[in-house]
Each structure stands twice: as structure tokens, then as C-alpha cells.
């Protein structure tokens, strides 16, 4: 009666372990594995050994550890360069003075009209104190009297956009001769003009 008693006591508090199993105290302990051996080095009999490794060993430890987020960064880094988006450099808006070179005359020199060899505009400027006005100079070169000369100019104001065209009428020019026109505009902030069209009669 004591034994069966004995063994139900045994079988309670002893549930789940196997009839014959070795505490664990008597099991032996697991070997470690290889990378386990590697990082932590050879065996220490000192219980405080990772306070005594050696500075190569630290190294090593240490370098393991964060080569794996190196390369991570790395990668990332790569990736951006190859798939970001890429930045290009816009090009240097040009200036006024290259825009007017480009596109229209040097006023301080002659007009050469190709159409009408009659007449020359020598001089154009802008006058803008009090009446606004467009100041130049025609040049009868023929060998003859013109009785009427009609220019044209379209005038632009100092970005290079068009106002409108002006017209400037003089007659009686005499062979070789020169003159100075006056031509009040509305246009206040024109800055240049271009000959459009001449003609003489």
C-alpha cells in the first residue's frame, strides 16, 4: 500500500520526464556552435573572460557585428545612385545684351537696307524726358532728289518684346543730304527699333 502510494506521489510531481531520464544536472552541455566559437574565441576558465579579450579580439567581434550594416548602406547607397533621379543642370539663361546682339542691330552703327539703297537710317534713340519720343537720322545717299521717304520701324521695349510699329514720314530730301526726325510715341518704355520697311519715291 505505502509503495503504490510512493509511486503516485513520484508520478505527480515527476510528470512529463521520462522513467529513467538523467537530471540536468548529469546531461551533458551542448557544444556551441561555429560561429558562436568563432565570436567568442577559444574557451576561458576565468568567469569574467570578455572583460580579458584582447584587443584583436574586440576588433574581430566588432567587425562582424557592423559588416552586416555596412552592407545595407552600402546597397542602399548603390541603389539610389543607379535608380534616383538624376539632376540636370539647367542652362544660363542668356542676358539682354546677348539676346539683343542675337536678335536685333547695333543702333550705334548705320542701318544697310538691302531693299532701298536710296535712303539710310544712320541713328536711332529714345527719348523719354517729358514727351516720349524716337529720335534719328536719314540719309538721302542717291544721286537724286527724294521726294517722299516712308520708314517703318517696330519698336521693342528693354526685354526684347514687341510694341507696335511706328511710322516716320520726311520729304523733299535732297541729293546727299541728312536730317533729323522727331517722332512722338506712345510707347513709353520702348528701348530699340528695327527697320521693318522703306520707301521712297
Known amino acids: 500500500m505505502l509503495i503504490r502510494l510512493k509511486n503516485l506521489i513520484e508520478s505527480i510531481v515527476y510528470a512529463g520526464m521520462k522513467p529513467g531520464a538523467r537530471s540536468a544536472e548529469g546531461a551533458p552541455a551542448a557544444k556551441p556552435g561555429l ?15 570578455l572583460t580579458n579579450q584582447t584587443f584583436a579580439q574586440r576588433a574581430q567581434r566588432i567587425l562582424l557585428l557592423g559588416s552586416p550594416i555596412v552592407l545595407v548602406i552600402a546597397g542602399a547607397l548603390l541603389a539610389i545612385y543607379i535608380w534616383g533621379p538624376k539632376t540636370t543642370n539647367n542652362p544660363k539663361p542668356a542676358t539682354s545684351a546677348e539676346i539683343r546682339a542675337r536678335v536685333l542691330p547695333v543702333f550705334n552703327k548705320p542701318f544697310k537696307l538691302d531693299t532701298n539703297r536710296d535712303l539710310e537710317v544712320t541713328e536711332v534713340h529714345f527719348e523719354h524726358t517729358g514727351e516720349h519720343s524716337m529720335v534719328g537720322t536719314l540719309h538721302n545717299k542717291s544721286d537724286h532728289p527724294i521726294v517722299e521717304a516712308v520708314v517703318t520701324f517696330e ?13 516716320v514720314t520726311e520729304i523733299n530730301l535732297a541729293p546727299g543730304a541728312s536730317r533729323t526726325f522727331r517722332k512722338p510715341i506712345e510707347q513709353t518704355n520702348a528701348m530699340y527699333a528695327l527697320v521693318r520697311e522703306v520707301e521712297t519715291r
Open 35 to 49: 560561429l558562436s566559437r568563432f565570436l567568442n574565441g577559444s574557451a576561458q576558465s576565468d568567469p569574467l573572460y
Open 155 to 167: 519698336l521693342a521695349d528693354p526685354a526684347n518684346s514687341q510694341l507696335g510699329g511706328v511710322t
